[in-house]
């Protein structure tokens, strides 16, 4: 569902009740894409009995089709896309629930397309103009503080993903906080810790590694069961003790099931 | 004594059927006010958590299932 009617704006996201470490020590030897929830509790809620349960939510929030996952109705994905925006999956992108008018749409829809940082030049612009009402001042600094909630967001989990040893996740974030705000105290100071991630020994390894499982993957996915697996098993064996040696490890160990 | 028992068996299993098909359907109606996910923690995703109230105007698969 999510190849075929992803690009068409249908969002796939998979949600258990399960406790997280249960639901990331399973991620990790499957290579699953779609955002995917654990400690949800909204089984009872939608009536799930028996899983895995399927249910399709239309742009106005509604339940448009309900059932197992093995029948799911094209139809029914076909009218639930009709009308329906696409998500931007780009996680510098800041939607904004009301309209905004005047000298802030403009920035406004920077945020929503996911520039945030172009954004802020605006908004601190009109912020600081004499010219600008006192509505335009307070609307300015309102949307400014929204983009420094999403920032301290992004770096926070930027920096939870660097603790679990999934560093090139969290170096993609900082290096797109560090590109999007160059110029400004944010992206300097995301510069800053990319700088310092890279140059710490046991970091860079954790990056070394996770590297070479990418192109492992990449590589197994086009070759026969045997040689896939050798791939995986030659960075499970050399990146030993890294993220990414573990979760190659996890990998063969699913495969051999 | 045979009829009688084959009319009892007949009756049972129309019971049984019937008290298969009438318990509780399974999933929600369509056309329902579509619940919050109330998802704890979100794996592959990065920025503001997942909830139908950050998703209104895309439409959503959600996909119930387990590590079992």
Known sequence: MHDEFGSQGLVVVAVSDEDSKLVSDYLDSMGIQIPVGSGSTAGSAYGVKGIPHSVLIDPQGKVAWSGSPYSISKGAVKEALKGAKKRSTNFMAIPLETEVTGRLAAPAKSMAAGNPGKALSSLRAIEADAKSTAEEKTEAQTLIASIDEHVQLLNGQAESFVKARDVLKGLTVIDALAKEFAGAPIGDAAKTRAEAIRKDENLAKEIVAAEAFARAQEQASKLGSGKAKAKLQEVADKYKGTRAGDRATAMLRTKKN | ?68
């Open chain 2, 1 to 68: 004594m045979k009829t009688l028992l084959a009319i009892g068996f007949v009756a049972l299993g129309t019971l049984a059927i019937a008290s298969f098909k009438g318990s509780a359907p399974e999933g929600i109606a369509v056309g329902a006010e579509a619940p919050p996910l109330n998802v704890k923690t979100w794996f592959n995703h990065i920025g503001r958590p997942l909830e139908l109230d950050n998703l209104g105007g895309n439409a959503v698969l959600v996909e119930f299932w387990a590590t079992w």
